[in-house]
């Protein structure tokens, strides 16, 4: 009798850890997809997250189907919600985030030297978004804005630009040349 009663507790046992050492199927099948159907895999991320909604794995890998399909904003918003839960992906979101802020950075200065001040714009207001600690992007973004001729907008970017590197004298003194214009 002992023995069965042992025998039934380690496979109790067994089968809890198994169960909660396990991912769910929709993250395995959202893992599949992820390179080749992305827009399948955050349809088993929203699966996953129906049955576990602080689920980090399942913010990030829809965070990576998202940056797959050039979803920018949507993709922040995964990743935010995945380190809202837990710092598991921590180093992964930054680099992830460092390669997209550096991507659009890259194509909107490509477009700003191209006198196509408009499309730039839209770079660097996404890279901006993506990394709004780095104040390049703030400072590019001003300088679109000027060449656009919409100064108000430039002058809260150069302000943001030298907020956050208050050494930026060039911006500070942008934010005055957009005054006098």
Known sequence: ????????????MFG???FT?????????????????????????EIALTNNPADPD??????????????VLKMIDAFNKSLEISPKYAEQIKQERTTRWTSNLNKGVGLYQQGKSTEAIEKFLLATK???????????????YVDSKQFEQAITSFEKAFELDPLDLESYYMIGSCYFD
């Open 130 to 144: 993506i990394l709004p600690e780095k104040p390049m992007a703030h400072k590019y973004l001003a300088l679109s």
């Open 58 to 71: 399942a913010h990030y890998i829809m965070g990576q189907a998202y940056a797959k399909q050039k979803m």
């Open 16 to 18: 809890l850890i198994l």
């Open 1 to 12: 009798m002992k023995k069965t009663v042992v025998i039934t507790m380690l496979a109790v």
């Open 21 to 45: 050492a396990c991912e769910q199927p929709a993250i395995t099948s959202a893992k599949v997809y992820l390179e080749n159907e992305p827009e399948k895999a955050v349809e088993q991320c």
